[in-house]
């Protein structure tokens, strides 16, 4: 097993657990808020896009991959239960 | 340039036949079972119908002109999907596990099943609905004249066609809620899932994402180059693009608000009634929300993806942004591409479309249910109500579509689309406190629930609502600037003096403020019913796994209801051979009696289950009231046990009297072994204890019939009185037959003809007779306890108790018949250990009569020595020798053995003794003797069914002869001095017994000195050593050879030695006898 290969399952492992569900979903919430957006809210272009509409839709694409490696990992705890 | 009029029409009319067909086919798919929509692609797709025409259009026209804050309306959804495997997932069992139909359902079923709450939530939804739904058809009629030709659609009132925009925003009113009435009102089970409409939702979502993103890519790369083309270009205009790509200004206001839109979009994804209603109602597999947590997010980044562009790109083209929300429709008209624009009218076209079929469907459910309903339920029952009922749902949703249109026309062109679906969305924001409260909070109550949304509604329609008819100019009024009656700190928008907030920050504040508040301190400061906390279990509860709590009965039904009277209830609201079917199917496999009813205990479930299947029909709180209703037309209702444990135990541990009483129960059984005691004193435990009037314990005697043992209580004699056979016809009976505790719970309804007449004498109000048995055993007696005033008292938790307490007392009862029996046995043993004594004692008596019988000492003859010795054995025997002196010169010696240990051969050997004493001197011959005495004692001997054998002998010194009989003895051997060797002595003669008359020979011969004469018994012969080896001649002659040099006395002695050393056993079987003759040298 690589360490690679440990990391990810050590990843799903955590992800499983309800408590994370609820930290991501109150981490999300703050991010997208008052005082986090203040940080973003300036008259900066990256790579020629407004800085805040990168921020926006990054945080957005961002909790969408988290969601389905959430799911992803409960689907791995559906199939090891199915196995036992 | 515009597309033409027939063209539109055309293609959207193919369009609506296209969606008719999918919904159709999905339909008849679902019919056959092979649904086609039951996966969570199309569940995904279907739930974004929370992409309505105010997202295809209104999201540009509002980053048009406020910038990113659109973003907000989705982020939300999104961020929400993280919770969805805990809320959205627990509120999809609670709905399946209560064919709960919508959200007014839900949260009326929570608390109580209130109709109030139901109304009260459905005429916010109604209220809330309809500025959105209005918002659908304006944005439908205005598309459809934009693309027709008009462009001038910021001057709307200006334009010639008029009547166009009525037309097509009638006609689409009209074929949405026909096309809803098809697929959503099929039929009155709302509680079902509408394939059709699901999948037309779900082609329709596809229709405005692929739509979208056609003109997104058009107008970003084929209009412009790029996004960052659009950026730089726009750049241009620093005001613009700095207002549109910050939040303007350093304000906080500015924050609140984007709070405030996030809160809005996150309470609306779930609570609005199409969302709930197809996320919820419509949910196939609770596995599917699963892949919708990311699929649905995913799906709302990808249609906002070029919001941005569109409208930058639409203030670039257009130079302003007047008429933003229609961007995406303008756009390609101005740059000539009008099949693009009419991709894009229908993307709109779906995205409203959507919306309005599922709204209107889920909202005409809640109208049913939840306004209507509760006036139908106090009408009696027809059979045409199914009929009415479907119609009125129909109606339902004619009406909010049309309230929609009409909300449309009077105030609908004030508004942006935005501002118009926010007021829907800060509607279903009410719901919030009380929906989360009623998943997670036990206390949450009915009054908090009503409260908080009451006032919530009202801060609402005052802060919210209102306003947007003010300044939509329908109602002049100058309370916006000045606040009613001048009152300042009341004005709608500054509620409070909070000023400094915009509209929908301040309305949604304290709106919350109220609604959370209500709620939080009614739930508080309250108490919850019964009712509501029955389900207040159900949803807080949902996930906790069945029979993990197996739950006590704690309600009973006042009057028996059989099952077709709830089959016939049922068929009135959901037509007979639905009610059929949910009934068979409920039933399966339960115990149904012979009249058709089932056990007291199971009848609460029925009733819940009728309850159940209508609520799937007509919603819970109606369903409630329709079953309570119909009970209290035939005089039953639902009414608690009487609380004999104090207190209303629903959980697995029993209440602490129940345990007292236990304690109480054992120690009484312990204490004494008299069962007259125990019984009496557990009767007045339970009197005491229960309250119950009398209390009897009956016994079943050895005739079988039943037998009062032990009372307390009243004396009713015709029950105390009368010693019952028990027959099926008494309950007392048929609870000894069927060894299963029979119950009255209320002696009103009783049937048994025995029982009322006993009862027609003395009033019972209720009753129980629990057979007395131990586990797996039939029952001995029946434990009866009645009581006067009480009705319900016997719960399935008490009589399990007292069949407890009635196996204990069976346990003891069986004790003491057990410490009984012992006793007897024991008595009966000593007894006859006593009697063995005795007649060992009498035997040992017999024993030395018997050897006292024997010579003691044989009589001194010249010329001889005489020796004799009898050994008895343990028991009493039947060996005898005998000397009788004729003359000082001669003798007669005699030695015999009675067959047998008996007592009989003891007697017979004593009769022998005495008739030979008194024969010997009538004859001399020992062949006469003998033959005389075998006469004499054959009759006796033959009935005694004994034998004897007998040697006699005569010797006389004189000239030292000797003359013998023997009648089958042991051959005595003869020693012969002179030859040193041993004879056996022979005579012809029978065993004693056998005939009455025989013949015995006499033999001679002479002996001489030193010759020695052994007689002797078959004990000596017969005796065995351990291996099994008997004595034999051969030993005896081998012994008599060795000792024949010693003196008579030696000689015997010397013999019994042997026999002792060869047998080493103590203990002789047989009597040894010997006697010996020595004649001296």
Known sequence: MTPFQRWKRRMLKHLRLMESWVIFFLLGLIMMNYPFIHIFNKNVEVFGFPLLFLYLMGGWAVSICVIYLFTKAMEDNNHKEERH | MSVGLETVVGVSLLYVILLFLVAYYAHVKGEQGQSIVSNPYIYSLSIAVYCTSWTFYGSVGKAATTGLDFILIYLGPSLTAFSWWLILRKIIRICKENNITSIADFLSSRYGKSQWLGALITVIAILGIIPYVALQLKAVSTTFLIICGNQHIHFPKEIIGQDVALHSGFIAALVLSIFGIIFGARSLRSSERHEGLVAAIALESIVKLVTFLIVGIFVTFFLFDGFTDIFSRLKAQQTVYDHLTTLGGEGESDYANWLTMLFLSMSGIMLLPRQFHIMVIENSSEEHIKEAMWRFPAYLFAINLFVIPIAFGGILSTGSTKGADYFVLTLPLLSGHSWIALLAFLGGFSAAAGMIMTESVAVSTMFLNHLVMPIVVRLTPRSWFPLLLINLKRFGIFLVVFLGYAYNLMLGDTYTLVNMGLISFAAAAQFVPAMLGGLYWRRGNKAGAISGILCGFLVWFYSLLLPSFIISGWWKTDILEKGPFGMALLKPTELFGLSGLDIWTNSLFWSMFFNAGCYLFCSIALRQGDKERDQVRKFVDVFRPKGEEPRWETKRLSKPVTVMQFVTLLAKFTGEPQAYAAIGEYLGNREIDEKGGVSEFELPNLKRFVEKTLAGSVGAAAAGAIVE?????????????????????????????????????????????????????????????????????????????????????????????????????????????????????????????????????????????????????????????????????????????????????????????????????????????????????????????????????????????????????????????????????????????????????????????????????????????????????????????????????????????????????????????????????????????????????????????????????????????????????????????????????????????????????????????????????
């Open chain 2, 629 to 1081: 209703s119909y009970l209290s037309d035939v005089g039953s209702k639902m009414e608690p046990f009487y609380d004999i444990f104090s207190s209303v135990r629903t959980s697995l541990e029993e209440s602490s009297e129940a345990l007292y009483v236990r304690l109480k129960a054992s120690e009484i059984m312990n204490r004494s072994l008299d069962l007259r005691i125990i019984m009496e004193d557990l009767l007045e435990l339970l009197n005491k204890e229960f309250k119950f009037d009398l209390a009897v314990i009956r016994t079943v005697d050895s005739t079988g019939a039943l037998r009062v043992q032990s009372f307390k209580g009243i004396e009713v004699d015709v029950i105390l009185g009368n010693t019952i056979v028990p027959e099926v016809d008494s309950y007392i009976g048929e609870a000894f037959l069927t060894n299963k505790a029979q119950f009255v719970n209320d002696a009103r309804n009783i049937t048994k003809a025995y029982t009322q007449a006993i009862l027609a004498r003395q009033n019972f109000s209720s009753f129980a007779h629990i057979p007395i048995a131990r586990e797996g055993e039939p029952a001995t007696g029946i434990l009866s306890v009645f009581s006067i005033n009480i009705v319900g008292l016997f719960t399935e938790q008490f009589l399990d108790l007292l069949a407890s307490l009635a196996g204990q007392l069976a346990q003891a009862v069986k004790i003491v018949e057990e410490r009984e029996a012992r006793e007897q046995e024991r008595k009966e043993k000593e007894k006859a250990l006593l009697e063995t004594a005795r007649v060992t004692r009498d035997m040992e008596l017999a024993k030395q009569i018997q050897h006292s019988l024997l010579p003691d000492a044989p009589p001194s003859i010249p010329g001889i020595e005489l020796a004799s010795r009898c050994i008895p054995a343990t028991h009493i025997g039947g060996d005898y020798y005998d000397y009788f002196p004729r003359s000082p010169e001669i003798i007669d010696f005699v030695i015999a053995d009675v067959s047998g240990h008996s007592v009989g051969a003891a007697l017979i050997m004593v009769e022998t003794r005495s008739v030979l004493r008194a024969q010997v001197m009538t004859t001399s011959s020992t062949g006469n003797i003998i033959k005389q005495l075998n006469a004499l004692l054959y009759e006796d001997l033959s009935r005694a069914e004994l034998f004897i054998s007998m040697f006699y002998a005569k010797y006389d010194a004189r000239d030292r002869t000797l003359s013998y009989s023997s009648a089958g003895h042991n051959q005595p051997l003869l020693y012969r001095h002179c030859e040193r060797s041993c004879e056996e002595l022979d005579a012809e003669g029978m065993i004693l017994g056998v005939k009455p008359d025989v013949e015995f020979e006499e033999k001679r011969l002479e002996m001489a000195p030193g010759d020695v004469l052994l007689l002797y018994t078959d004990g000596i012969t017969e005796a065995e050593n351990e291996a099994g080896e008997m004595f034999g001649t051969e030993r005896l002659m081998a012994a008599l050879k060795r000792e024949v040099d010693g003196d008579a006395t030696a000689i015997v002695e010397g013999i019994y030695r042997e026999v002792r050393s060869f047998t080493r056993i103590e203990i002789q079987t047989d009597d040894i006898s010997v006697v010996v003759l020595k004649v001296l040298l």
